[in-house]
């Protein structure tokens, strides 16, 4: 089946700290959407991207899609303790013929104030 | 508030029952996708539909089946429910096949 490859799988950083992570693919994507899951909650859609090479921002967060629409990458600038949670990339794709809309395992974000 | 609305929010049932999961779309979006995350895990898709036809399945169990009515609500039937059953599960809804998608609250089952 379809991998969306996401990494790092968690991340332990400072209050103040710019992070920053990815999804790869072996396929190519139509869109890209990053979400973002706290406990017990659904995913929250943060940003998403439509065209190669898109660059798109959401007050700290800055997403982009590969231009080889392989990838993507999230950003965040000075965290702060409320981005705790797990951030989900997911893309579009062709898959036996229909198109499917797929989840990478997710990158768990822990802030230190 | 994401406009998309599963009932109920929990449910606990035995083994070998069968439980029906309800998702109210986005007003407007035609396309219902089902999700399921286990404890810990990512979201693993099950099915989508698109105004009422069935139009990608993901690993979906012969147990499970679902389906999108004329007003565009869906229903996950999940059967002969076996303890591993237990997760969350999440329905999600976009105005097309191939646009941003939005999130339910998800009905959180307990099988026991």
């Known amino acids: 089946g379809q991998q969306l490859n996401q990494s790092p799988q968690s991340m332990f950083i400072q209050e103040g700290e710019d992070v920053s992570m990815n999804c790869t693919s072996s396929?190519?994507?139509?869109?890209w959407l990053w979400y973002k899951q706290e406990p017990g909650e659904g995913p929250v859609l943060l940003i998403a991207?439509?065209?190669?090479?898109e660059l798109t921002s959401n007050g700290r967060l800055t997403a982009q899609f590969g231009i080889t629409r392989k990838d993507s990458f999230l950003n965040i600038s000075a965290s702060i303790p409320s981005d705790v949670g797990i951030y989900f990339c997911?893309?579009?794709?062709?898959?036996?013929?229909?198109?499917?809309?797929?989840f990478g395992k997710g990158t768990k974000l822990t802030v230190n104030p | 508030d994401s406009g998309v609305t599963q009932t109920p929010k929990h449910l606990i049932t035995a083994t070998g029952q069968r439980v029906t999961l309800r998702c109210s779309p986005r007003?407007?979006?035609?396309?219902v996708y089902w999700y399921q995350q286990s404890l810990d895990q990512g979201l693993q898709f099950l099915i989508q539909?698109?105004?009422?036809?069935?139009?990608a399945k993901g690993n979906i169990l012969e147990r499970f089946s679902a389906q999108q009515f004329p007003d565009l609500h869906s229903e996950l039937n999940l059967s002969s429910l076996e303890l591993g059953d237990s997760a969350l599960y999440f329905c999600?809804?976009?105005?097309?096949?191939?646009?941003?998608?939005?999130f339910g609250q998800g009905t959180r089952l307990t099988v026991v």
């Open positions: 539909y698109y105004n009422g036809e069935e139009r």
């Open positions: 396929s190519i994507f139509n869109t």
């Open positions: 991207l439509y065209k190669a090479g």
């Open positions: 999600a809804s976009s105005v097309t096949g191939d646009t941003e998608a939005f």
């Open positions: 997911a893309g579009h794709t062709i898959q036996g013929g229909s198109e499917k809309l797929v």
């Open positions: 007003s407007g979006d035609l396309s």
